[in-house]
């Protein structure tokens, strides 16, 4: 059984997109493409995807990942454009490798983001930013399925700041851009939070809704405060000729 991994993308207004809109529309794209997947068993079989860590609706996304099983290998490369073909435009399929190495959902420990907040004065934004990094704590409060929750969302902040402005942005209307970096924890971290918290200590409140964009989510480097491709380690191991542990038991074990 061959496993392949995929990154893919949420632009536009597919930012929209719930997790389980993408994917029927991942699995139509399947059938066009003509994937040969494997399924699980049971009464009712479905097509071996696992989905890691997929960013909220109404988020944007650069990074989203997932992993497929085949009963018959393909090529990574070719496998991805049939399937990019086969997916609406927004929802894009970008990378692809051959799953190598075991833990791609370990790997993804921390993401990238980028907040646009249109009407909100650079100045001000930096303002805020720095009060936030000041801060010890910063607690914020979301709705769960039990009520109320009341948390510390700064010790999951690895860096934020503001970033100076898009090219596509009118220069005569306010916008600020800020970059963050946030650990996955739990209780999870959003940039609904941090901005919840940007309020909190700074008093900012964007008059629209931010704009979200996931740029990146892997492993987090904590002497650089880089966020790494998950993918990397399987490239290497494909250039190397390494194979998983599993892959050497099965390779060990008696006919």
Known sequence: MQR???????????????????????????????????????????????????????????????????????????????????????????????????????????????????GVAPEDAERAVAAFNAAESVEVQRMAKNGMRTFDARPAVAHLETVGPQADRPTDQACAILRLVVRHVTPAVRPDDVLSGLRAVADLAPPVAAAVTRLAQGLFDEETGTVTDPLAPDREAAVTGNTTVAEAAAAKAPA
């Open 4 to 118: 392949i991994r995929l990154r893919y993308t949420k632009r536009g207004r597919l930012r929209f997109t719930s997790h389980r809109d993408f994917q029927r529309a991942f699995e139509r794209a399947l059938r066009r493409a003509e994937v040969p997947m494997a399924y699980s068993a049971g009464f009712t079989p479905h097509p071996k995807v696992s989905y890691a860590n997929a960013a909220p609706t109404g988020t944007g996304s650069e990074a989203e990942y997932l992993e497929i099983a085949l009963t018959a290998e393909r090529d990574p490369d070719k496998l991805r454009e049939l399937l990019d073909e086969s997916m609406p435009v927004g929802l894009d399929i970008i990378d692809a490798v051959e799953a190598r190495t075991s833990g791609l959902a370990d790997r993804l420990t921390a993401s990238v983001w980028e907040l646009r907040l249109d």
